[in-house]
């Protein structure tokens, strides 16, 4: 499935926004096996019912608890164009098409050789910016009160169970402190990454 995510994202897409591209990528996961993990994980979570659909009720909804607020006709025009004919929602495929529409659109497109250059160090980037989701003061460590909030906000059962939480950080915790620095998360995300490959 994840080999369906990379191919889909290399193949050009009709369906383009047009938006003004913007000069900051910060976002933007160069890495193909980040970047398909990553996707498959936000496209699970916010298939509520778990059909192998997002509907725009359930895109709108997951935006909304991330505190981004959308007007649904607006949502709704931005992804018509990439739902199937006969379905009621995007597969994970034309999930992957509306990502790489947006990207395109915000961030340009980029040559894969450019890409492929900056792999390792982008991978560090990428996973830094990962890690300031979770890190919510800034303080360069994650606690578990910081990574229920951010489960909680995703919708997960965690974000109401402090135990559960602090064993997630346990697990991961080499240095035993009672939080997570970025070098143990690092560690921790690619260690899941080889894992799922």
Do not use: W
């Amino acid at each position: 499935m994840e080999t369906a995510g990379t191919t889909a994202c290399a193949t050009p897409s009709k369906r383009r926004l047009s938006t003004k591209a913007s000069s900051s990528s910060s976002f933007r996961l160069r890495c193909d096996s980040l970047n398909s993990l990553r996707l498959r994980r936000i496209f699970d979570l916010f298939d509520k019912n778990n059909d192998g659909l997002i509907t725009v009720d359930e895109l709108s909804r997951a935006l909304n608890l991330l505190g981004l607020d959308t007007d649904l006709s607006d949502l709704e025009s931005t992804i018509k164009s990439f739902i199937q004919p006969g379905n009621k929602g995007l597969q994970f495929e034309d999930f992957v098409s509306l990502h790489q529409s947006l990207d395109d659109a915000y961030f340009g497109a980029e040559d894969v050789a450019e890409i492929d250059h900056k792999t390792m160090s982008q991978e560090d980037s990428d996973l830094s910016e990962a890690f300031k989701v979770f890190d919510e003061d800034g303080d360069g460590y994650i606690s578990a009160k910081e990574l229920q909030v951010v489960l909680g906000k995703l919708g997960f059962s965690e974000g109401n169970e402090i135990d559960r939480v602090e064993k997630m950080i346990f697990s991961v915790d080499r240095n035993q402190d009672g939080r997570v620095d970025f070098f143990e998360f690092k560690d921790m995300m690619r260690s899941v990454l080889v894992r799922s490959s």
